[in-house]
């Protein structure tokens, strides 16, 4: 078999170097010098053409399942989160109802770490936000001359009726906390993240 074998890589080597008077060999010599030995040594060729196929395809098969499971679960998490994010406790406002236009209090919302600030603007209406500023989280307070929330340190304001960021370094709104009238009483029932879309002026 072994002398079979060298016979064989001779008869390939001798096609590959083109004779003088030759041209260039290609597959179909090469499949006609190793034929009488592919009983002893079988490659199948076509069938190794698919199997890589095969392969590629569940290559891609498992390439594609992977990067759908990822999406999903990352579509699953938001969906929780968000869901997690709509849970928030209601508070009365202690205070709220003395209220006059043009004044503030601070109160905590919604919990006892989250320091927030309640404004009953010229307007009459009432308006609440949580009190860090969004540049460095400095608080910021009502400026009743200005009917706006300014933040001292470095001297950035906000605009009261919907906590847009005014001027200075803040980069975006006031978080706002959601408020509800019951009767007389102010009530917080929910915060949105700044850039939040619903009003909370009532
Ligand atoms: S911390 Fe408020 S402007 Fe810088």
């Given at each position: 078999m072994s002398s079979n074998l060298s016979k064989t890589i001779k008869d390939v080597l001798a096609i590959d170097q083109p004779a003088a008077n030759n041209e260039i060999s290609g597959e179909r010599d090469v499949r006609e010098a190793i034929a009488p030995y592919q009983a002893e040594f079988p490659y199948e060729r076509d069938e190794e053409g698919q199997v890589t196929r095969r392969e590629f395809c569940n290559f891609l098969f498992l390439t594609s399942g992977a990067l759908f499971l990822g999406a999903a679960g990352f579509a699953g998490k938001s969906v929780y989160d968000s869901r997690f994010e709509q849970t928030y406790p209601q508070t009365k406002i202690e205070g709220a109802a003395e209220l006059q236009p043009g004044a503030s209090l601070n109160f905590r919302y919604p919990t006892e770490d989250d320091t927030a600030i309640l404004i009953r603007a010229r307007d009459g209406n009432f308006y609440a936000y949580g009190?860090?500023?969004?540049?460095?989280?400095c608080p910021v307070y009502y400026a009743k001359e200005h009917d706006r929330l300014e933040c001292p340190c470095h001297e950035g304001g906000f605009d009261?009726?919907?906590?847009?960021?005014?001027?200075?370094?803040?980069?975006r709104p006031l978080d706002k906390i959601e408020l509800e009238m019951r009767e007389a009483e102010v009530w917080a029932i929910g915060r949105k993240p700044s850039g939040g879309e619903k009003e909370n002026g009532i």
């Amino acid at each position: 078999m072994s002398s079979n074998l060298s016979k064989t890589i001779k008869d390939v080597l001798a096609i590959d170097q083109p004779a003088a008077n030759n041209e260039i060999s290609g597959e179909r010599d090469v499949r006609e010098a190793i034929a009488p030995y592919q009983a002893e040594f079988p490659y199948e060729r076509d069938e190794e053409g698919q199997v890589t196929r095969r392969e590629f395809c569940n290559f891609l098969f498992l390439t594609s399942g992977a990067l759908f499971l990822g999406a999903a679960g990352f579509a699953g998490k938001s969906v929780y989160d968000s869901r997690f994010e709509q849970t928030y406790p209601q508070t009365k406002i202690e205070g709220a109802a003395e209220l006059q236009p043009g004044a503030s209090l601070n109160f905590r919302y919604p919990t006892e770490d989250d320091t927030a600030i309640l404004i009953r603007a010229r307007d009459g209406n009432f308006y609440a936000y949580g009190q860090k500023c969004t540049h460095l989280s400095c608080p910021v307070y009502y400026a009743k001359e200005h009917d706006r929330l300014e933040c001292p340190c470095h001297e950035g304001g906000f605009d009261v009726h919907d906590g847009r960021n005014l001027y200075g370094p803040p980069p975006r709104p006031l978080d706002k906390i959601e408020l509800e009238m019951r009767e007389a009483e102010v009530w917080a029932i929910g915060r949105k993240p700044s850039g939040g879309e619903k009003e909370n002026g009532i």
